[in-house]
């Protein structure tokens, strides 16, 4: 299987495993949330939302939000968890609301999956002048050894990680201006069962034959036996950094 085949079989992944997603996926922090928009931003497009992850934070601020999702799966997860959020189906490339429609665009764990040539002209199309596009990704932090150690077994030999790739250095240009970078350290409580949760919402281990998704599964149950740092723990916290870029519109 040739690189964009195996990419587009792991973008489409995720509506069979959207109830495991909901489940284990995490939030954003707050102060992510807050550098990402412009001031006085009412008008806010979560695109490729997923199960609503960023977007209940978005709606918690009393933001007038309009989810955008291609998955069917996805997109019926965010309406039960959220349904007074208006959820369409749509991607980047195929954003289905009208021109300067609004203030900001964000995309959560989402830029990595799209076609950034096609994407960037549809987002400036749906922003009004000054508009912004924030793009985020929740990251495992790698620092801490244990953490390390599961990134090592989700993926294995060979693997490229697109989102680590693009979350590192995405790819926006004009008619946007300079993208700026931020980054929030934080961490989530989780239980082992959670972590088993989250390492099968990965879309590389969706996409495995069972026997060797099994086996990973394995891999990652050992490791929760036998670390120190976490061996027999009920809950522990697993570190996070957020990376978060925006760039605006001219005025």
Not at 44 to 69: P, S
Not at 122 to 133: D, F, I, Q, T
């Amino acid at each position: 299987m040739s690189d964009p085949e195996r990419k587009s079989l792991q973008a489409g992944s995720f509506g069979a495993a959207a109830d495991v997603y909901e489940r284990a996926r995490p939030t954003y922090p707050d102060a992510a949330i807050g550098w990402l928009l412009p001031p006085g931003a009412r008008r806010v497009l979560d695109l490729g939302a997923g199960t609503g992850k960023l977007t209940r934070g978005l709606a918690a601020r009393g933001l007038d939000v309009t989810a955008v999702e291609p998955s069917d799966g996805m997109r019926e997860q965010l309406a039960r968890v959220l349904p007074g959020v208006t959820v369409l189906d749509g991607q980047a490339e195929r954003i289905p609301v009208g021109a300067g429609t609004a203030d900001v665009v964000l995309v959560a764990q989402a830029w990595h999956w799209v076609d950034p040539p096609r994407a960037v002209p549809e987002v400036a199309r749906v922003l009004g002048p000054g508009g912004r596009l924030g793009l985020v990704w929740n990251v495992r932090d790698s620092r801490v050894d244990w953490v390390a150690r599961l990134s090592e077994i989700i993926h294995g030999r060979g693997y490229e990680d697109y989102s680590d790739d693009v979350s590192g250095n995405p790819a926006v240009g004009p008619p946007f201006g300079p993208l700026h970078r931020h980054e929030v350290e934080w961490s989530q409580l989780t239980t082992p069962d959670e972590l088993i949760d989250l390492v099968s919402s990965r879309s590389y281990i969706i996409t495995m034959a069972p026997g060797e998704r099994a086996g990973r599964l394995s891999q990652v149950r050992e490791l929760l036996a036998s670390h120190p740092a976490i061996d027999g723990a009920a809950e522990f916290p697993l570190p996070y950094v957020t990376r978060c870029y925006r760039a605006d519109l001219p005025a």
